[in-house]
């Protein structure tokens, strides 16, 4: 049965870990966290895309915490930065 291209990295750098083959070894990092970034760009531009409260928009894209919406809690803030 072939082998993956994923599988064949994997294979080739545990072989060059084996020869101390650096070159090979700092290559296949090198390629394997390119594949990760990659990865997780497509999946935050995928979140991005299905979940619309992840989409920028500034400060509004953060919500504020419950505390700071209640108004009660609002005016002893103020309160107390005016002492």
């Given amino acids: 049965m072939p082998l993956s291209p994923g599988a064949r990295l994997g294979r080739e750098v545990v072989y060059a870990v084996v020869k101390q083959d650096l070159p090979v070894i700092i290559g296949g990092t090198i390629v394997a966290s390119a594949l990760v970034v990659a ?5 935050d531009a995928c979140h991005a ?3 619309p409260r992840v989409r920028g928009g500034g400060e509004k894209a953060v ?9 009660a809690f609002r005016s002893r803030v103020r309160c107390a930065i005016r002492e």
């Fill in 63 to 71: 919500p504020e915490p419950l505390a700071y919406r209640h108004s």
């Fill in 39 to 43: 990865a997780n760009l497509v999946v």
């Fill in 49 to 51: 895309i299905l979940d």
